[in-house]
């Protein structure tokens, strides 16, 4: 086994492509290290990306943010512009772990690890948001929700980095927000979650809505006819209940250790109410 | 398995040492380097018992590899008191009893610590949250909570 | 030794102080040795390997690829620890627990290990073993291993106390019964019933310290063993036992202990360290990961409960029944057994029937857990008390006020109580202003008794009196939470001097006499009896040493405040001699003074406790809330308050836990699904409000000072008191432990 610590994109993607054996990438390594102590992987090269330094930052520019992908989830939290236009984005970062978790997590490694109860993911994909991929063939971006495709499994092909995650630049009147349900009030895995994006128009009246479940389905959910509901709506109850039972309807979860099929069902739709609502909120404040 | 030189400071002293490059800062803090106060509950990133400051940053040392420690600075409870001095956390841990078997001990002064840096005058809650990475078996938390309330007016006043 | 009778009316000068502990210190700076803090010099690396099958025939083991690893230093399995038990079923148990011999009984259970010269090496030896399993049915359910056709688990089990003996093998290890007087016919009488089954889940103790050790064992046939545990004594006898040593050859050290709860009174991993350092001829570190310790220590039992209470117009319990059964790993126990004596111990009861069951599951070997066997019981029956008063129409607290048992009530289990804390605890909490607080929306007020035995035992304690008058004290009972600062007082106040100048050090095997475990709530209550009269016999060689030096006769010489007084006329000019003083003049009086206890502390004293919970409850998801939570509890006296305090927290977090989150999660193939902190959910710091005490002293009159224990009895009320709470925040009786939020959930829906 190695460890190499490149400090540039294009020496971890020659890295990456000429590995001879498994390769890992190591963001904050709160997933992969778990993995190695636990004997699930055993890398035969781990390439630290945290020393490449374009991958360490956030920048607001004119088509709204770039985070690096190795940016850990406390830093997010400390960005005031990006806490200010996609709250729900940080929220569902700022879920992941710990305290101590949240020093070293990453946004990407919680994509890239694809856990369907993953707490960035459904955020993300409520904000539409894109990843910039690098690989031996060059750059690609695309949709966040265009990654996981099942439990621990990415649409990444073999040499690829995700670079980046990219957020659009906020439009008036918008808010998102993200939920999940665990048992302890911390330090616990998501045994539902909800997220929930809104634009407004002038009227207070939903022009664009999207809604998206975590660990509903194998991967997240992005819930369409549940974001329909929304639109036209000035999220009254009416159009609650029937997000609710919309978002209830597309879950198609497991019984497991952390939750039952009738109880994932049930809060997906309770917690889809309470996000709309906040969603809603926040958009009409701005 | 070839050994990485790793070279770094802990509690403000150098420091050298190889490690295989799978081996977690917590193994060599513990075995390589014998600051034993870094206390192993898990291995896995959910008790908190591990926690050190890397570079201002609260992190479970458990989590971090060994080999990532070159060029950063390292804070365990090894390095908390001054000389005989104790740390206001560590002398209100022990006049609230805020630890009966002591294994978390290490971790939550580390993590009270980081706490208090960043928040000086915490309420109840943000303790409560803010040490909630940190796992306690034995007291019920509710004595650790009033120790770091009471180094924190402490400190404030300090 | 005699005992002080007018104990009650004593006032004290040290006991009920709060001074800093001594190892407090070390704790806090990182400087204190626990289990894996330890190395020896050429230290091997131990590692288990573990079956992943719940129930499985051992067909054969190859080891030759991991022995030929280079950096493997010993190879071992059942074979190298062979059956010395010599008919001890017990021991057998314990042994084959330790290392699988013709089954895998349960996911988790060793079936090999390796010692190596890192722990890298000895990971990979373990994926080198090839181990051929014939795979058995399983069951890891109580109810349905108690059924008569469940897959048996030990063909050689036929169920004790069963008249006539079965003809045939079951699950059921053994069946208990206790009570007196006409239950049937009391129960026709009844103008109420409830009659309900409860179920509650596996729980762990938790301890955040894994199991660690280091054994090595020489050539010449001695040996040294470091490890955590709550007994370094009994461990001793059960290795020496398991792997042929003499006893005095073994020394066993204690370390600081991460935590045990009852978890750390039975061996697990140390034979295996023995014998893998004897293979290899060079220490052995072996310190388990937290995944073996879920899987491979002892968790609690698993239960399922039936309660029938029957009480009269007037609130009088006439009658009272309960059927429990408890799951006890695939080996025998004796848990039921003991959840039967304590279900009704709180009451005073005319007419009550208890019946136990063991039951064998493929589940880890159950191990004693705080106040064993205790809470689930307590959870079914208070829960069924709590709905009873609710029929007759009666107050919780007035309901259980009026059946409380009393001094002289014939105990449910036996024995006739003395003085006794059930009645001032209720009367305490109905006075408390938490039971008058105002309560919300979706929020709701559960209170519950417990009750818990407290066990003296063996005890053996030094006290050295050094030449500079300080003293030191030698104690065989480990010091889980504070014992050294209590008994450093006890030591002080007996001979009348200073706190700090006491020190209480834990002594190894080999320099002090046979200790039982702390265990049993018994470690200050136990070695503070040893103390104390450890502390009286060297008052008698001090007032001997002062009559020498003043000589006078020693009849002459009393013992006041830490000085020899010379009393008598002829006496009144000789100042008096202080401790130090005589100290330093031991030398030419006579050498050294210290003074030795050996006892076996009888009386420990039973002990109550009423705790009071609040909790929210999000009716749309089943989350819940603790908002407030109060223990009352009589300690006898309270040694050091600060610890006491902190037992009933810490007791009381744990129950809430259990009570909400905290559960075994098995899959259908019987593998242990939560073997991890992370979705083994005991609760975090944000989980929990402060936690409100109050201490009560009923004085325990077989104690010099009154001391009872209080360790264990603060888990017993928590599982009740919080389900009470839950069941009238949302108006449905819960019956299924832990309350977890998709049980609530369902609950609600059903
Ligand atoms: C105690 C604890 C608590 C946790 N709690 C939560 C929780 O509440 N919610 C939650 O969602 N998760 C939780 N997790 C899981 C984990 O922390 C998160 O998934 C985290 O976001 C992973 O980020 P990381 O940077 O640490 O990932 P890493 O472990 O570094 O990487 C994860 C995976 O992604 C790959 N990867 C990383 N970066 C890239 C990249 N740039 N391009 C391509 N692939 C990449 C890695 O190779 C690896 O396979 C918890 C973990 C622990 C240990
Ligand atoms: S040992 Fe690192 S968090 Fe438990
Ligand atoms: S004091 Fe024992 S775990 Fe905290």
Same mark, same amino acid.
């Given at each position: 086994?190695?460890?190499?610590?490149?400090?540039?994109?294009?020496?971890?993607?020659?890295?990456?492509?000429?590995?001879?054996?498994?390769?890992?990438?190591?963001?904050?390594?709160?997933?992969?290290?778990?993995?190695?102590?636990?004997?699930?992987?055993?890398?035969?090269?781990?390439?630290?990306?945290?020393?490449?330094?374009?991958?360490?930052?956030?920048?607001?520019?004119?088509?709204?943010?770039?985070?690096?992908?190795?940016?850990?989830?406390?830093?997010?939290?400390?960005?005031?512009?990006?806490?200010?236009?996609?709250?729900?984005?940080?929220?569902?970062?700022?879920?992941?772990?710990?305290?101590?978790?949240?020093?070293?997590?990453?946004?990407?490694?919680?994509?890239?690890?694809?856990?369907?109860?993953?707490?960035?993911?459904?955020?993300?994909?409520?904000?539409?948001?894109?990843?910039?991929?690098?690989?031996?063939?060059?750059?690609?971006?695309?949709?966040?929700?265009?990654?996981?495709?099942?439990?621990?499994?990415?649409?990444?092909?073999?040499?690829?980095?995700?670079?980046?995650?990219?957020?659009?630049?906020?439009?008036?009147?918008?808010?998102?927000?993200?939920?999940?349900?665990?048992?302890?009030?911390?330090?616990?895995?998501?045994?539902?979650?909800?997220?929930?994006?809104?634009?407004?128009?002038?009227?207070?009246?939903?022009?664009?809505?999207?809604?998206?479940?975590?660990?509903?389905?194998?991967?997240?959910?992005?819930?369409?006819?549940?974001?329909?509901?929304?639109?036209?709506?000035?999220?009254?109850?009416?159009?609650?209940?029937?997000?609710?039972?919309?978002?209830?309807?597309?879950?198609?979860?497991?019984?497991?250790?952390?939750?039952?099929?009738?109880?994932?069902?049930?809060?997906?739709?309770?917690?889809?109410?309470?996000?709309?609502?906040?969603?809603?909120?926040?958009?009409?404040?701005? | 398995?070839?050994?990485?030189?790793?070279?770094?400071?802990?509690?403000?002293?150098?420091?050298?040492?190889?490690?295989?490059?799978?081996?977690?800062?917590?193994?060599?803090?513990?075995?390589?380097?014998?600051?034993?106060?870094?206390?192993?509950?898990?291995?896995?990133?959910?008790?908190?018992?591990?926690?050190?400051?890397?570079?201002?940053?609260?992190?479970?040392?458990?989590?971090?590899?060994?080999?990532?420690?070159?060029?950063?600075?390292?804070?365990?409870?090894?390095?908390?008191?001054?000389?005989?001095?104790?740390?206001?956390?560590?002398?209100?841990?022990?006049?609230?009893?805020?630890?009966?078997?002591?294994?978390?001990?290490?971790?939550?002064?580390?993590?009270?610590?980081?706490?208090?840096?960043?928040?000086?005058?915490?309420?109840?809650?943000?303790?409560?949250?803010?040490?909630?990475?940190?796992?306690?078996?034995?007291?019920?938390?509710?004595?650790?909570?009033?120790?770091?309330?009471?180094?924190?007016?402490?400190?404030?006043?300090? | 030794?005699?005992?002080?009778?007018?104990?009650?009316?004593?006032?004290?000068?040290?006991?009920?102080?709060?001074?800093?502990?001594?190892?407090?210190?070390?704790?806090?700076?990182?400087?204190?040795?626990?289990?894996?803090?330890?190395?020896?010099?050429?230290?091997?690396?131990?590692?288990? /390997?573990?079956?992943? *099958? =719940?129930? +499985?025939?051992?067909?054969? @083991? &190859?080891?030759?690829? #991991?022995? %030929?690893?280079?950096?493997?230093?010993?190879?071992?399995?059942?074979?190298?620890?062979?059956?010395?038990?010599?008919?001890?079923?017990?021991?057998?148990?314990?042994?084959?627990?330790?290392?699988?011999?013709?089954?895998? /009984?349960?996911?988790? *259970? =060793?079936? +090999?290990?390796?010692?190596? @010269? &890192?722990?890298?090496? #000895?990971? %990979?030896?373990?994926?080198?073993?090839?181990?051929?399993?014939?795979?058995?049915?399983?069951?890891?359910d109580v109810d349905q291993a108690f059924a008569?056709?469940?897959?048996?688990?030990?063909?050689?089990?036929?169920t004790k106390g069963v008249?006539?003996?079965?003809?045939?093998?079951?699950n059921v290890s053994m069946r208990s019964q206790f009570g007196?007087?006409?239950v049937?016919?009391?129960?026709?009488?009844?103008?109420?019933?409830v009659e309900r089954t409860f179920r509650t889940e596996q729980t762990?103790?938790?301890?955040?310290?894994?199991?660690?050790?280091?054994?090595?064992?020489?050539?010449?046939?001695?040996?040294?063993?470091?490890?955590?545990?709550?007994?370094?004594?009994?461990?001793?006898?059960?290795?020496?036992?398991?792997?042929?040593?003499?006893?005095?050859?073994?020394?066993?050290?204690?370390?600081?202990?991460?935590?045990?709860?009852?978890?750390?009174?039975?061996?697990?991993?140390?034979?295996?360290?023995?014998?893998?350092?004897?293979?290899?001829?060079?220490?052995?570190?072996?310190?388990?990961?937290?995944?073996?310790?879920?899987?491979?220590?002892?968790?609690t039992s698993a239960t399922s409960i039936d309660v029938k209470i029957?009480?009269?117009?007037?609130?009088?319990?006439?009658?009272a029944d309960a059927t429990l059964r408890y799951s006890c790993g695939?080996?025998a126990g004796s848990w039921a057994e003991v959840g039967a004596m304590t279900a009704f111990a709180c009451y005073?009861l005319?007419?009550v029937r208890t019946v136990g069951y063991e039951v064998l599951v493929?589940?880890?070997?159950t191990?004693?857990y705080?106040a064993p066997s205790a809470p689930m019981a307590a959870f079914a029956v208070e829960s069924a008390i709590?709905?009873?008063?609710?029929?007759?129409?009666?107050?919780?607290?007035?309901?259980?006020?009026?059946?409380?048992?009393?001094?002289?009530?014939?105990a449910s289990y036996?024995?006739?109580?003395?003085?006794?804390?059930?009645?001032?605890?209720?009367?305490?909490?109905?006075?408390?202003?938490?039971?008058?607080?105002?309560?919300?929306?979706?929020?709701?007020?559960?209170?519950?008794?417990g009750f818990w035995f407290?066990?003296?035992?063996?005890?053996?304690?030094?006290?050295?009196?050094?030449?500079?008058?300080?003293?030191?004290?030698?104690?065989?009972?480990?010091?889980?939470?504070?014992?050294?600062?209590?008994?450093?007082?006890?030591?002080?106040?007996?001979?009348?001097?200073?706190?700090?100048?006491?020190?209480?050090?834990?002594?190894?095997?080999?320099?002090?006499?046979?200790?039982?475990?702390?265990?049993?709530?018994?470690?200050?209550?136990?070695?503070?009896?040893?103390?104390?009269?450890?502390?009286?016999?060297?008052?008698?060689?001090?007032?001997?040493?002062?009559?020498?030096?003043?000589?006078?006769?020693?009849?002459?010489?009393?013992?006041?405040?830490?000085?020899?007084?010379?009393?008598?006329?002829?006496?009144?000019?000789?100042?008096?001699?202080?401790?130090?003083?005589?100290?330093?003049?031991?030398?030419?009086?006579?050498?050294?003074?210290?003074?030795?206890?050996?006892?076996?502390?009888?009386?420990?004293?039973?002990?109550?406790?009423?705790?009071?919970?609040?909790?929210?409850?999000?009716?749309?998801?089943?989350?819940?809330?603790?908002?407030?939570?109060?223990?009352?509890?009589?300690?006898?006296?309270?040694?050091?308050?600060?610890?006491?305090?902190?037992?009933?927290?810490?007791?009381?977090?744990?129950?809430?836990?259990?009570?909400?989150?905290?559960?075994?999660?098995?899959?259908?193939?019987?593998?242990?699904?939560?073997?991890?902190?992370?979705?083994?959910?005991?609760?975090?710091?944000?989980?929990?409000?402060?936690?409100?005490?109050?201490?009560?002293?009923?004085?325990?009159?077989?104690?010099?000072?009154?001391?009872?224990?209080?360790?264990?009895?603060?888990?017993v009320?928590?599982l009740a008191?919080?389900?009470?709470?839950?069941?009238?925040?949302?108006?449905?009786?819960?019956e299924h432990i832990?309350?977890?939020?998709?049980?609530?959930?369902?609950?609600?829906?059903?």
């Open positions: 086994m190695r460890y190499i610590r490149p400090s540039s994109l294009e020496d971890a993607v020659g890295l990456l492509a000429n590995a001879s054996g498994k390769a890992a990438i190591l963001a904050g390594g709160s997933d992969l290290l778990v993995r190695m102590k636990g004997g699930f992987i055993e890398p035969d090269v781990i390439i630290d990306i945290k020393a490449i330094d374009a991958l360490g930052r956030i920048i607001e520019n004119d088509d709204g943010f770039v985070i690096g992908a190795a940016v850990p989830c406390a830093v997010l939290g400390e960005n005031t512009a990006l806490r200010n236009a996609w709250p729900g984005v940080v929220e569902g970062a700022r879920l992941i772990g710990s305290k101590q978790v949240q020093g070293r997590c990453t946004i990407v490694g919680n994509l890239c690890n694809a856990s369907p109860a993953a707490d960035s993911v459904p955020a993300l994909v409520a904000a539409g948001a894109r990843a910039l991929v690098r690989g031996p063939a060059g750059s690609r971006t695309i949709a966040v929700e265009t990654i996981p495709v099942g439990p621990g499994k990415t649409s990444l092909a073999p040499g690829e980095i995700i670079e980046a995650i990219l957020l659009d630049k906020r439009q008036r009147h918008s808010g998102d927000a993200y939920q999940r349900f665990t048992p302890r009030t911390e330090m616990d895995i998501a045994v539902v979650s909800a997220a929930v994006n809104l634009t407004l128009n002038d009227q207070g009246v939903v022009e664009k809505a999207r809604v998206a479940l975590g660990a509903a389905a194998p991967t997240v959910l992005l819930v369409e006819e549940a974001a329909d509901i929304l639109v036209g709506s000035r999220v009254d109850d009416g159009a609650l209940e029937r997000l609710a039972e919309a978002c209830s309807a597309a879950c198609r979860p497991i019984d497991d250790k952390r939750g039952t099929v009738e109880f994932r069902k049930k809060v997906a739709g309770v917690l889809a109410k309470r996000v709309a609502l906040t969603a809603y909120q926040r958009a009409g404040q701005k | 398995m070839a050994g990485i030189a790793v070279s770094t400071t802990i509690n403000g002293d150098q420091a050298e040492f190889l490690c295989h490059p799978d081996e977690t800062l917590l193994e060599v803090l513990r075995e390589r380097l014998g600051l034993m106060g870094v206390k192993e509950g898990c291995g896995t990133g959910d008790c908190g018992a591990c926690s050190i400051i890397l570079d201002d940053r609260l992190v479970c040392s458990c989590l971090v590899l060994g080999a990532e420690a070159e060029g950063r600075r390292i804070a365990t409870v090894e390095g908390m008191a001054q000389g005989d001095k104790l740390h206001p956390l560590q002398q209100k841990f022990l006049e609230h009893a805020a630890l009966q078997c002591g294994i978390c001990t290490p971790g939550f002064l580390i993590a009270a610590k980081d706490l208090l840096a960043k928040n000086p005058d915490p309420t109840e809650e943000e303790i409560r949250f803010g040490l909630a990475g940190n796992l306690c078996r034995c007291t019920g938390y509710d004595k650790i909570v009033r120790a770091v309330q009471d180094a924190a007016s402490v400190m404030r006043g300090a | 030794m005699t005992f002080d009778p007018s104990h009650a009316a004593r006032s004290f000068s040290s006991v009920g102080t709060r001074p800093i502990r001594p190892d407090g210190v070390d704790k806090v700076t990182g400087r204190a040795r626990y289990g894996a803090d330890f190395n020896m010099p050429g230290q091997l690396i131990g590692r288990i /390997l573990r079956s992943p *099958h =719940a129930h +499985a025939v051992i067909r054969k @083991i &190859d080891t030759s690829k #991991a022995e %030929q690893l280079p950096g493997v230093k010993a190879v071992v399995t059942a074979a190298d620890l062979p059956d010395l038990t010599n008919g001890d079923t017990s021991m057998y148990d314990i042994l084959d627990n330790c290392m699988a011999r013709r089954k895998a /009984l349960y996911d988790g *259970h =060793a079936v +090999a290990a390796v010692a190596a @010269i &890192d722990a890298h090496t #000895a990971r %990979q030896a373990l994926k080198l073993i090839d181990v051929e399993y014939e795979l058995l049915p399983h069951v890891t008569a056709d469940a897959p048996l688990i030990n063909d050689t089990i036929i008249d006539p003996k079965p003809d045939r093998a079951s007196h007087g006409d049937d016919a009391g129960m026709a009488k009844a103008d109420f019933v762990h103790q938790g301890y955040i310290e894994p199991h660690a050790c280091v054994a090595n064992v020489s050539s010449d046939g001695t040996a040294d063993l470091w490890v955590c545990t709550q007994g370094h004594f009994v461990y001793r006898q059960h290795c020496a036992q398991l792997l042929g040593l003499e006893a005095s050859k073994l020394r066993v050290t204690s370390s600081e202990i991460g935590g045990g709860f009852g978890g750390k009174t039975h061996v697990w991993a140390e034979p295996v360290a023995l014998a893998l350092s004897r293979k290899a001829g060079r220490p052995v570190k072996l310190v388990m990961t937290r995944d073996e310790v879920f899987r491979a220590t002892g968790p029957g009480a009269l117009k007037d609130g009088t319990i006439i009658a695939p080996y005073k005319e007419n493929n589940r880890p070997k191990a004693a705080r709590d709905e009873l008063a609710k029929k007759v129409g009666m107050d919780a607290v007035d309901f259980r006020i009026k059946n409380a048992a009393q001094e002289g009530t014939k036996g024995p006739v109580y003395g003085p006794i804390g059930i009645g001032p605890t209720l009367e305490a909490v109905k006075n408390h202003p938490h039971m008058k607080a105002p309560l919300g929306k979706n929020q709701g007020r559960g209170m519950a008794c407290n066990f003296g035992g063996q005890t053996c304690t030094d006290l050295n009196i050094g030449m500079d008058g300080t003293v030191s004290l030698a104690v065989g009972t480990v010091d889980v939470g504070g014992s050294r600062a209590s008994l450093s007082l006890v030591a002080a106040e007996e001979l009348g001097i200073d706190y700090a100048q006491v020190r209480a050090v834990i002594a190894d095997t080999s320099s002090l006499g046979y200790n039982d475990m702390t265990d049993g709530s018994r470690g200050t209550f136990s070695s503070s009896m040893a103390t104390i009269s450890a502390a009286r016999n060297a008052i008698k060689i001090l007032r001997a040493r002062a009559a020498q030096m003043w000589d006078i006769p020693v009849e002459d010489v009393t013992w006041e405040r830490g000085h020899a007084v010379a009393k008598g006329e002829t006496h009144g000019n000789l100042p008096n001699l202080s401790l130090k003083e005589i100290a330093a003049a031991s030398g030419t009086t006579g050498g050294p003074i210290a003074g030795h206890s050996e006892i076996v502390a009888d009386g420990a004293g039973v002990s109550f406790a009423t705790h009071i919970c609040d909790i929210e409850v999000d009716p749309e998801t089943g989350a819940t809330k603790v908002l407030r939570y109060t223990v009352v509890q009589d300690a006898g006296k309270a040694v050091h308050p600060t610890y006491v305090e902190g037992q009933y927290q810490g007791g009381a977090a744990q129950g809430i836990g259990w009570a909400l989150n905290e559960e075994y999660i098995y899959g259908k193939d019987g593998r242990l699904q939560n073997a991890g902190f992370l979705d083994y959910r005991i609760p975090v710091c944000s989980d929990l409000p402060m936690i409100d005490t109050q201490i009560l002293e009923i004085p325990n009159p077989n104690h010099p000072y009154g001391v009872r224990g209080v360790g264990e009895t603060s888990i009320p928590p008191a919080v389900a009470n709470a839950v069941s009238n925040a949302v108006g449905v009786r819960m832990p309350m977890s939020p998709p049980r609530i959930l369902a609950a609600l829906e059903a």
